[in-house]
């Protein structure tokens, strides 16, 4: 099953040449999400080539215009498009006046339902699943309400190994060993040990922006096999980072480094700084397997035993 | 003095490749207006190199999307890049309320003052003049109160010709001469006719979209230099230019005929069409100076006697 990140914008605040505001598309097997949605979030799907019409879910991780702009538009496209399934909306309090307001003027009908459903910013709580994966908040700490997001595999099923397994078997008893259970069959006892291989590894991805630099995080997103961080400022700017509520490079790779991640993204550049290499390699001297989020990148967390 | 009209952006309701949702930054001598700012105009601007900080006036037509979702992202990012000078928006009614409810939870402060005026759509008005021009709307007719605007430079002065000139003569007698009075000098009447070129023409621009066919609008924009009027769509789909107000390429050639327009600018293109030649050549039996209105295209209106 694929797992797969794209980053559509990099930039924080404002755009700049080259850089989009902060969106992202989760695919991960037949589902596919996006994570924020900043002002031309669906230039870059286009330009990606990008079907809108399979995005199930958005998350919205706050009110700052640059991570929720693009949104009116992208719903109105959609609309244009002849979307007719649901989308349902994972945003702050606050969202649907906006796009209340978006639409109340233009006599808009839409076609679909949109479900909208208020980010709990308290507490992390499970906000999505289906039958492979949840997504979970992350609290933030931002200067408006803000949760990063957790996309977590459910426990997988054990491994049939066919060969072991004697003809005949009933389908019941088949789905019990995936689970995890022994059998009983034509008299004997089949131990789910003998038969299976152990379950693959549940893969995960953590979304991070914006935030101040907080330990609190690294409990949320430990031992996750990606985690995209905010590192809008180097540590030369730690005074400006502190003040804004944002994250330096250096912190992001800290956190990634006690977090015991698997790869580090860093993103939501401040466009003070035209060239991102400075950012990336001070973040490595924390933790090396760190990358730059940069739009038009993928990356796919691969299943492991 | 220049009077530049740069076209940001060229498509209908949706992005296509390479074709951005309506936008016109207007440059008349040192004065900078935008005309309806679709979704990503902030990105256009960046993209051919406008500074934001010279724009003073901006100018909705209506309040469907794709011409003023790009309004909360550009005005946060004037305030983030630090503008003090007020901006003054002319739209229609309730964009306020659209403005507000989408900074009002990011508790956005704004560093520069917002002086909204509402669009008089049902007669034409002067909504704004300065020293040089008069800007004046052109109701149109469409599925929501919309107006199109006329840039008019005003009757210009008569030209001195030096060498005719007696020496020594008084700075208000000079500017009475440029305002086409005769006056006194040393017992004599100078005959400003004696002593003066006639003014340069006036010139002007009119930009009208989103509009359904209609005649009316030829007397407004009668014999401007350019005239910028939407072609959502080809003649053969005039049924559905119907249903939905808008204009064929056809229509707009004919208007332009009609009202005898220096040249015409068709833009506004249905994402239906992959090539606007189609677009352009059915115009242009109706009326050969016509241009496509395409992303990145700059259009002078040049002084002329």
Not at 94 to 121: M, Q, R, W
Not at 165 to 189: H, V
Request: a neutral charge; hydrophobic letters at 35%.
């Amino acid at each position: 099953m694929s797992f797969e990140i794209t980053i559509l914008g990099s930039s924080a605040a404002v755009p700049v040449k080259g850089r989009h505001m902060t969106s992202q598309h989760v695919r991960i097997g037949n589902h596919q999400f996006l994570i924020d949605c900043g002002e031309a979030t669906q230039h870059q799907l286009l330009e990606m080539g990008i079907s809108l019409h399979k995005i199930e879910h958005i998350f919205i991780s706050h009110l700052h215009g640059d991570h929720f702009f693009g949104l009116p538009g992208l719903l109105s496209t959609m609309n244009i498009q002849r979307r007719t399934a649901p989308l349902y909306i994972h945003g702050p309090r606050g969202l649907d006046e906006v796009l209340l307001a978006s639409f109340k003027h233009s006599n808009t009908e839409l076609n679909y339902k949109i479900c909208l459903y208020d980010n709990p910013t308290m507490f992390p709580d499970v906000i999505f699943e289906n039958d492979h994966i949840t997504v979970e908040t992350i609290p933030l700490i931002h200067r408006v309400p803000c949760t990063g997001f957790l996309f977590r595999e459910k426990k997988k099923q054990y491994r049939i190994i066919p060969e072991k397994l004697p003809s005949g078997l009933p389908f019941d008893a088949f789905r019990a060993l995936k689970r995890g259970e022994d059998i009983e069959f034509q008299g004997e006892t089949i131990q789910f040990k003998d038969v299976t291989l152990p379950p693959r590894r549940s893969r995960s991805y953590a979304f991070c922006s914006d935030t101040k630099f907080s330990r609190s995080v690294i409990s949320k997103v430990y031992g996750v096999d990606l985690l995209y961080h905010e590192s809008t400022f180097m540590h030369r700017h730690l005074e400006r980072a502190n003040t804004t509520f944002h994250t330096t490079a250096l912190q992001a790779g800290q956190i990634a480094k006690e977090a015991k991640v698997g790869k580090l993204l860093i993103g939501h550049f401040s466009a003070r700084y035209g060239d991102l290499k400075v950012l990336l390699e001070e973040s490595k001297t924390e933790f090396e397997n760190t990358e730059l989020a940069k739009e038009g990148r993928k990356f796919s967390i691969i299943e492991r035993d």
